[in-house]
């Protein structure tokens, strides 16, 4: 994702202040982190990062390129993560027509991109937010 998108995406929602700084938010989540720009593009003093990528090689520069953020380098219905526990999540989540096997989420039938936003609102505290990149088909 590039950084004229990141910061169209998160420019209008808090102007003169970005994202980062106009929630009150620590804990941050991408489900689907590639090589990390979301987290390359946000402020890193005060705030810790997850991130989850199937893809060995997207994951493995990630954890280069950020090694204080936590990177599970698997695909994410296989991620260990708390229901409950972050305030923001964000990210660029893959659009499909297929499923993913999730015992916890089989029984709604959802394609790959609404199982994302299924289990992520899953992993957000009450009241936490998040802004993901999504198809037309969400």
């Known amino acids: 994702t590039s950084e004229a998108l990141f910061q169209a995406f998160f420019g209008g929602f808090c102007p003169g202040e970005g994202f980062f700084f106009c929630i009150k938010i620590s804990r941050n989540i991408e489900p689907s982190c590639g090589t990390g720009n979301f987290i390359g593009l946000s402020p890193t003093?005060?705030?810790?990062?997850?991130?989850?990528?199937?893809?060995?090689?997207?994951?493995?520069?990630?954890?280069?390129?950020?090694?204080?953020?936590?990177?599970?380098?698997?695909?994410?219905?296989?991620?260990?993560?708390?229901?409950?526990?972050?305030?923001?999540?964000?990210?660029?989540?893959?659009?499909?027509?297929?499923?993913?096997?999730?015992?916890r989420y089989d029984h709604l039938n959802l394609y790959i991109h609404d199982y994302f936003i299924a289990k992520t609102i899953d992993k957000l505290r009450p009241g936490g937010v998040m802004f993901f990149l999504t198809s037309i088909g969400t």
Request: proline residues 5%.
């Open 45 to 103: 003093s005060g705030y810790s990062f997850y991130g989850v990528e199937i893809d060995h090689i997207s994951g493995k520069i990630a954890k280069y390129l950020y090694p204080n953020a936590n990177i599970q380098i698997k695909g994410y219905e296989e991620a260990k993560l708390p229901d409950n526990s972050f305030d923001a999540a964000v990210g660029n989540v893959p659009y499909a027509n297929y499923k993913v096997r999730d015992e």
